[in-house]
């Protein structure tokens, strides 16, 4: 199944109030499976470098459960098939943007470190750091659960 995806899904790009929450800056929107901004959405960095909360596994088959209960079948099996086949490559893929940003953010924030904003990505920097070993492992445990050995 093809649809337009977000391709992006950094918690920066989410604004959320008690009500309602909004996904913005669609700049890397494309046509693709909504498999990719599922796994972008569960990703443990998506979660955890923003709120440093750990979504258990069990939490995590509970919502694509509700989510492919929702969607119905036959889109519910073809989506469960995409998760299984690549959903955890987003994942993967923002683990290393984030080690690649690393890199950038020490060179763009390191003078700027006075200014509140460039010290709250300095300090998200500094504990995306401590995290990458625990965020990989489990990012690599995601290999082992069920969901991705049915296929």
Do not use: K
Request: proline share 5%.
């Amino acid at each position: 199944h093809r649809c337009l995806v977000h391709s992006d899904h950094t918690y920066e790009n989410w604004v959320i109030s008690d009500r309602q929450a909004y996904l913005i800056d669609w700049e890397w929107a494309e046509i693709g499976s909504p498999a990719g901004d599922l796994g972008h959405f569960l990703s443990p960095v998506t979660i955890r470098r923003r709120q440093n909360y750990r979504l258990p596994p069990e939490d995590r088959a509970f919502f694509l459960q509700c989510y492919y209960n929702a969607l119905g079948n036959p889109l519910a099996s073809r989506i469960e098939r995409h998760f299984a086949a690549f959903g955890v490559y987003p994942a993967v893929r923002s683990l290393c943007w984030t080690a690649g940003y690393w890199i950038t953010a020490n060179r763009w924030y390191a003078d700027a470190e006075d200014s509140p904003s460039a010290a709250e990505r300095m300090a998200r920097w500094r504990r995306s750091r401590q995290q990458f070993p625990e965020l990989w492992q489990e990012i690599m445990s995601w290999l082992e659960e069920e969901i991705y050995l049915l296929y």
